[in-house]
């Protein structure tokens, strides 16, 4: 399997631009979580799925940022206005009850710089 | 709330020394105990995980760890590290409906020749 998919691997955008981050799970898992990295507050999780049905959002930092997941095999993360404070890396990860118990396979990251 | 502490920030050691990585967790209930390995430039990657049963746990690289659960530590150990052991280092907890994960804050280390 070739692990989880997330592109783009760097996004620089400018400040008030939409951002759109994505993630290809690994095929077969019914649990997709999205993370943000950053120096001052660590590895945060923002929000996860379950078989493409948002379970905790409570992670997710304001209006501004939202995730789907359209289909088992995609999902997205936005962010629409991005501000400098959005810079991060954010991860996806996903994994599978029958794989169990919950072990969570990541993805490279998406680094993102808002200027 | 569920809170993972991991004490120290960087570990500096040289090349075949004994490590180990502390790790402190709260939680009243039972858990589900990980470490994961971030290299540079890269995602997470499980180094071992414990369950249940034995309380001491064998990962990949040499690495293992011990499950105390009086003490609520989960203390990452490697009798003699590499120069390819050089990482960062993330303690994780699951707990109750066990798909959401709780992580440290990170340990650094750094094997020097």
């Known amino acids: 399997d070739a692990g989880v998919i997330q592109s783009p691997r760097h996004e620089v955008t400018e400040m008030g631009q939409e951002v759109t981050l994505r993630c290809k799970p690994i095929s077969g898992h019914d649990y997709l979580f999205w993370y943000r990295q950053t120096m001052m507050r660590g590895l945060e999780l923002l929000i996860y799925f379950n078989n493409n049905v948002p379970i905790d959002d409570s992670g997710m930092p304001e209006d501004r940022f939202s995730a789907k997941m359209p289909n088992a095999s995609f999902s997205t993360l936005k962010i629409q206005p991005s501000e400098p404070r959005d810079s991060a890396v954010y991860f996806c990860a996903s994994s599978s009850r029958l794989d169990g118990p919950y072990e969570q396979y990541f993805g490279p990251g998406t680094r993102l710089t808002v200027t | 709330a569920q809170s993972v502490t991991q004490l120290d920030s960087q570990v500096p050691v040289f090349e075949e020394a004994p490590v180990e990585l502390r790790c402190n967790y709260s939680?009243?209930?039972?858990?589900?105990l990980f470490w994961y390995v971030q290299y540079p430039n890269q995602g997470l990657q499980l180094l071992l995980k414990?369950?249940?049963?034995?309380?001491l746990v064998k990962g990949i690289n040499g690495f293992e760890a011990e499950f105390n659960k009086s003490q609520t530590s989960f203390h990452l150990r490697k009798p003699s590290v590499h120069i390819s052991d050089t990482a960062e280092y993330f303690c994780?907890?699951?707990?109750?409906?066990?798909?959401?994960?709780?992580f440290g804050s990170g340990t650094k280390l750094n094997v020097k020749p």
């Open positions: 939680s009243s209930v039972s858990v589900y």
């Open positions: 414990y369950l249940s049963g034995s309380t």
């Open positions: 994780a907890v699951s707990v109750g409906n066990f798909n959401k994960f709780y």
